[in-house]
Structures are given as structure tokens and as C-alpha cells.
């Protein structure tokens, strides 16, 4: 059984960084990020494979980094030149399937484990 906790959220101003972080326990084989904006669909963010393989949607490329830190059970998502858009929750995933099917298109119904989220508000 995976549990999923993310904390790390908050408020910044456009241009600005926030690192969210997801505390997690027990096997992943895929892990990611996916995110909410009020009144739009969940949509996924970046993924990481147990091989270190990193995948991210075209809309954070270049912006944010997906890692983990195998010693602390700790997924991170750093965010970096935040815009607006960037506001939403943001939740944390889990599935057991590697390789192309670990990536930011899945549905959020794909993966079986998700954290409650983390809000992240970028205002101008």
C-alpha cells in the first residue's frame, strides 16, 4: 500500500519558486504530479520512473523539475518562473507500470494512489 502526503504550497508572486514536496510509503514504480485550476480538468505535470526516467507536460518544460530522494521517501516538484496559470492543486500520484506509460498524458484515474493536494496560488 502507497500513502501519499504533499505539503509545500502556498502563495507567490508570478516570476517566483515553490518546491513541493510528497512524503511517501511503501513500492512506486511510477510517481508524478498532476493539477487542478479551478474549473478546468486535472491535468498531469511531470512524471519519474524507477529508472530516473522524467517526463513533463509541454506547459512546465523547461520551468519545473521533477526528483526524489530514495532516502527520505520524498518526491519534490520544483517550480521555478511561475506564471499565473500555474495556480491550482497540485496532487501527488503513484502507479505500478514503468516505462511509456509512466508519463504526464495518463488520466488522473490511471494512477491507483493519490495524495489530498496541495494548493499553489501565483498571483501578478
Known amino acids: 500500500q502507497v500513502h501519499l502526503v504533499e505539503s509545500g504550497g502556498g502563495s507567490v508572486q508570478a516570476g517566483g519558486a515553490l518546491r513541493l514536496s510528497c512524503a511517501f510509503s511503501?513500492?512506486?514504480?511510477?510517481m508524478g504530479w498532476f493539477r487542478q485550476a479551478p474549473g478546468k480538468e486535472r491535468e498531469g505535470v511531470a512524471t519519474?520512473?524507477?529508472?530516473?526516467?522524467?517526463q513533463y507536460a509541454d506547459s512546465v518544460q523547461g520551468r519545473f523539475t521533477i526528483s526524489k530522494d530514495n532516502a527520505k521517501n520524498t518526491l519534490y516538484l520544483q517550480m521555478d518562473s511561475l506564471k499565473l496559470e500555474d495556480t491550482a492543486m497540485y496532487y501527488c500520484v503513484a502507479g505500478d507500470v514503468s516505462g511509456p506509460w509512466c508519463h504526464p498524458t495518463r488520466r488522473f484515474a490511471d494512477f491507483p494512489t493519490w495524495g489530498q493536494g496541495t494548493q499553489v496560488t501565483v498571483s501578478s
Open positions: 519519474a520512473d524507477r529508472y530516473g526516467l522524467r
Open positions: 511503501g513500492p512506486f514504480v511510477c
